[in-house]
Structures are given as C-alpha cells and as structure tokens.
Nanobody
Framework: QVQLVESGGGLVQPGGSLRLSCAAD????????MGWYRQAPGNQRELVAR???????NYADSVKGRFTISRDNAKNTVYLQMNTLKPDDTAVYYC?????????WGQGTQVTVSS
C-alpha cells in the first residue's frame, strides 16, 4: 500500500521555525513531482509549496521567503523548512504528489503557531 507519512509538526511561537518531513514510497519519488499542502479549520486545503523531480520549486505568495521545500531522493523524503512562522500558518500540513493524488493523502501533521 502506498503511503506518505508526515512528521515534524508541533506548537511554536510566532517567529519560530519548524522542519516538516514526508517519508514516501520510492515508487512515488521516482515518478512524481511533490507538494506540501495545508488545511486550516474552516478553510479548503491549499498548496503551500511544490518541487519537481528535477528540483524546481514554487511557493504560495503567503509563504514566499519564509518556507523552503526540498527533496532527498536517496532517502525518499520531502522536507518543508518553515521560518518566521505566523499564527496564520496554523494548519494541518500534508504532503502529496503534485498535482495531488486522492489515494495518497495521509494523516498530516499539525502545526500550531501561538504565543
């Protein structure tokens, strides 16, 4: 069964940093571009950042300059380094292929930014 497992979330104060990790089956990594998505309460899930197989990146305007997506193909892992976090970044964060594949959604990891 194909799985994507997110980790690294937590409670952080405004201005703080977190690094999220997404471990995936190799069958995904060698085939798909990857993305980090988030969903805040009452909001639709949105794309935060994406990275192609070749390493090109793109970010939502709300996180540009603060978040960095990367991938380690040897470890089958995608990372999201989040700096200068704001309360508006509070959400459940998910990784998936880009564009997303319905069957790949995992449990996500909760990020809460609060003082």
């Amino acid at each position: 069964q194909v799985q994507l497992v997110e980790s690294g979330g937590g409670l952080v104060q405004p201005g703080g940093s977190l690094r999220l990790s997404c471990a995936a089956d190799r069958s995904i990594f060698i085939k798909y571009h990857m993305g980090w998505y988030r969903q805040a309460p009452g909001n639709q899930r949105e794309l935060v950042a994406r990275i192609t197989i070749g390493g090109s990146t793109n970010y939502a305007d709300s996180v540009k300059g603060r978040f960095t997506i990367s991938r380690d193909n040897a470890k089958n892992t995608v990372y999201l380094q989040m700096n200068t976090l704001k309360p508006d970044d509070t959400a459940v964060y998910y990784c998936n292929s880009w564009p997303p594949t319905r069957n790949y959604w995992g449990q996500g990891t909760q990020v809460t930014v609060s003082s």
